[in-house]
């Protein structure tokens, strides 16, 4: 079975400075992985995947993620972060049941 | 662009009264998913269905039934409602059951249950 570990609930940064969001999974072969976020008020909207190929995954609004096959992890980062991207995030994986896994979410908080 | 539209961005129901969540996406996706969101729970899976009139249940089932009588439309239904059943309410769609094809969601229902 498949599951998804988003170790922290909540994570505060100054608006400019740089975000890592983190994402650890657990699944036997090669997850199929996804990062989404929902602004307040709002369904979720994907910004990211990775399914093979280069570990390094650029996605829209700025955020990168890298999947890590080592660390189980795809961390999700944005070198600067701006005001507007006070949201919560999800990481997903995708595995043997076709259903994807959603972690139990991310809420970032930004800081003028 | 995908539109998943659900029809009510908030509803307030009574104890015991049949609820109906309804939603529809444009795209012809072959797969609809209802989920709940509850804060600190993430999503939880309700139903799914892989084609008209097909469904499966996800992890949370108890409570609810679903509908699929034409591929654009997924109803999520609570036959009695019940006050632990006030969260928000998402649905989603994906073109095909593989692993590779992300979900495309509606903005959510908020329902409260008196």
């Known amino acids: 079975a498949q599951s998804v570990t988003q170790p922290d609930i909540h994570i505060t940064v100054s608006e400019g400075a740089s975000l890592e969001l983190r994402c650890n999974y657990s699944?036997?072969?090669?997850?199929?992985l996804f990062w989404y976020v929902q602004s307040p008020g709002q369904g979720l909207q994907l910004l990211l995947k990775y399914f093979s190929g280069d570990t390094l995954v650029q996605g829209i609004k700025g955020f990168e993620a890298e999947f890590k096959r080592s660390q189980s992890s795809f961390n999700l980062r944005k070198p600067s972060v701006h005001w507007s991207d006070a949201a919560e995030y999800f990481c997903a994986v995708g595995g043997g049941s076709y259903i994807p896994t959603f972690g139990r979410g991310t809420s970032l908080i930004v800081h003028p | 662009d995908v539109k998943v539209t659900q029809s009510s961005r908030y509803l307030v129901k009574r104890t015991g009264e049949k609820v109906f969540l309804e939603c529809v996406q444009d795209?012809?996706?072959?797969?609809m998913f209802w989920y709940r969101q509850d804060p600190g729970l993430g999503l939880r899976l309700i139903y799914f269905?892989?084609?008209?009139?097909?469904?499966e249940k996800g992890d949370i089932p108890e409570g609810y039934s679903v509908s699929r009588e034409k591929k654009e439309r997924f109803s999520l239904i609570l036959e009695s409602a019940s006050t632990n059943q006030t969260s928000m309410y998402l649905c989603a769609s994906s073109q095909q059951l593989t692993d590779n094809q992300p979900q495309h969601f509606g903005d959510g229902t908020r329902l409260s249950i008196l």
């Open positions: 795209m012809d996706h072959e797969n």
């Open positions: 699944y036997g072969a090669t997850p199929y």
């Open positions: 269905s892989y084609d008209v009139k097909m469904k």
